[in-house]
């Protein structure tokens, strides 16, 4: 059916008044193909596979937090309060007895799948979509069994990168449309992120002190994955850490050193930082500024070296491939190493991670890891991942539609007949 003319189906759809948001995701949801009568959203995480998801998902670390400030709060005016993970699935839903049942009947259950794509307008779909606040009310829904329910959504981001984790959303009757019940479900969300924070600085605290070398001595970790500068983590061995946001030019510097354990001369380093010729002196103003900063006990010369435990981030996706957890590798795996860099080092090393996490995840035939692949932004146009998702998925899956249609928009984008 044609965009405009399903859309024209939807009752209550007229655009007069209607938000801009709001019909811009009808617009996408018909064209995605969902059905204005669909009752229900389908389930792409059914039974073991949703236990096991759930509990290897960064929000479990915090899901207890939102239970006690949000869901209770959900359950006390006969709401439900949902997390879902960045993929528009439902990890959890929470509420009465009653409330559940009621929200069931419209296929709002653990394992869902709302990404609007598939279920149609909704909170959570297009908080995703927007990566912001959003609420829908009442006929706002595209699909008809939901208009009866009016909804409240967040985003909630990874503190180390700022990459969508989930969505936190609160559903129910219409006095979820009040601006109190979205104060609320942003500040749940915040604190969620605050705790995510101060988990990862226990983490990374614990990491650089696990790579001190035996009686003490400097540790250093390297956070350089998706970030276009690298974060940085010092230890003194002696109880006191600093962390410093280096430079693009010091980030691609420090990054090509922790790659070469016994050093680069001036001569290798400037080869595989800068893209042209330049002077060594270039190189040593460059090296000096790093010093100053970081101090002369930590970097080396003849050859410039780092003089430090080391941990890295890309580090441990190596280390996940090498030990064939594929799926640990890929929840390691923020996106590509300094984006934005062109130093041919550092290309190189980026180019090699990448191909290397994407060959384990075709080879592992595992549908959920090529999904996370294809949602990134390294692999929205991979066409051979799509193309193996749906060998992997079997023609009974509920995403084999939105496949389907990606592998169609790349067979147009591409040419192929």
């Not at 709401?79 to 990890?91: E, R």
């Not at 430079?247 to 001369?265: D, K, Y």
Request: hydrophobic share 40%; net charge negative; glycine share 8%.
């Amino acid at each position: 059916m044609p965009v405009d003319e399903q859309s024209s189906t939807r009752p209550e759809s007229d655009s007069t008044g209607v938000r801009a948001h709001v019909a811009d995701s009808w617009l996408r949801s018909a064209a995605a193909g969902v059905q204005v009568d669909t009752v229900d959203a389908p389930i792409t995480l059914p039974g073991d596979a949703l236990r096991d998801h759930r509990s290897a998902h960064p929000l479990a670390r915090v899901f207890p937090l939102l239970d006690d400030v949000l869901g209770q709060a959900a359950r006390d005016c006969d709401a439900v309060m949902a997390v879902s993970d960045a993929s528009g699935q439902l990890l959890w839903v929470c509420g009465t007895p009653s409330v559940l049942r009621r929200a069931e009947s419209i296929g709002f259950v653990e394992g869902s799948n709302w990404d609007e794509r598939l279920a149609g307008t909704n909170a959570p779909g297009m908080a995703l979509r927007l990566d912001r606040s959003v609420n829908v009310l009442g006929a706002e829904h595209f699909r008809r069994s939901v208009q009866h329910w009016s909804c409240a959504a967040t985003t909630i981001h990874d503190p180390s990168d700022q990459s969508i984790l989930g969505v936190l959303d609160i559903t129910g009757g219409d006095e979820i449309g009040v601006p109190q019940t979205m104060a609320m479900v942003r500040a749940a969300a915040r604190m969620a992120e605050s705790e995510l924070a101060r988990e990862l600085l226990v983490r990374c605290r614990s990491a650089a002190s696990a790579e001190v070398p035996a009686g003490g001595g400097l540790s250093v970790l390297m956070e350089s994955l998706g970030r276009n500068d690298t974060l940085l983590t010092i230890d003194d061995g002696r109880g006191r850490r600093q962390t410093v946001r280096l430079s693009p030019r010091h980030s691609e510097i420090l990054l090509l050193l922790a790659s070469a354990p016994r050093g680069l001369s001036g001569d290798e380093l400037a080869i595989l930082l800068y893209e042209e010729d330049s002077s060594a002196s270039t190189l040593r103003v460059e090296m000096g500024r790093l010093r100053s900063l970081l101090g002369d006990d930590l970097l080396a010369s003849r050859p410039y070296r780092l003089v430090a435990g080391l941990a890295g981030d890309w580090l441990a996706v190596e280390a996940h491939l090498a030990a064939g957890d594929v799926a640990s590798a890929m929840r390691s795996y923020r996106g590509p190493l300094l984006p934005r860099s062109v130093a041919p080092g550092v290309v190189r090393l980026r180019e090699s991670i990448e191909g290397d996490v994407r060959t384990a995840i075709l080879r592992s035939g595992r549908a959920d890891l090529m999904s996370a692949w294809t949602r990134s932004a390294s692999g929205a146009d991979d066409y051979e991942m799509w193309q193996a998702q749906a060998r992997v998925l079997g023609p009974g899956s509920p995403l084999m539609p939105l496949v389907h249609n990606q592998i169609q928009r790349l067979d147009r984008e591409l040419g192929k007949p």
